[in-house]
Nanobody, 118 residues
């Protein structure tokens, strides 16, 4: 299995910035972030592979940037120009070969709260 440690959440005003970090205990083939707001389904925010490819939800393009440090097994989410609708619990996710089997496995962090409010 793999452990994930998330940090960087908090309370910010609209237009502010936060940077989320997630460190995995093992290397992975992909890491990313999902979020879930009250009353809504969990949705993809951003995803990054170890090879450097990325993708984003349309709602955050141009405002959020995902990056990885493969040497540290860490993924970052730089969030700029935050809006109230970005308020959610943000969950780090990791995909990799963690159980020594032939298939990959997905794991989720405990989540970190991001609140955007004046």
């Amino acid at each position: 299995q793999v452990q994930l440690v998330e940090s960087g959440g908090g309370l910010v005003q609209p237009g502010g910035s936060l940077r989320l970090s997630c460190t995995a205990s093992k290397r992975s083939i992909a890491m990313g972030w999902y979020r879930q707001a009250p009353g809504k389904q969990r949705e993809l925010v951003a995803l990054a592979t170890s090879g450097g490819s990325t993708n984003y939800a349309e709602s955050v393009k141009g405002r959020f940037t995902i990056s990885r440090d493969n040497a540290l097994n860490t993924v970052y989410l730089q969030m700029d120009d935050l809006k109230p609708e970005d308020t959610a619990v943000y969950y780090c996710t990791v995909r990799g070969y963690f159980t020594h089997g032939s298939n990959w496995d997905d794991y989720w962090g405990q989540g970190t709260q991001v609140t955007v409010s004046s």
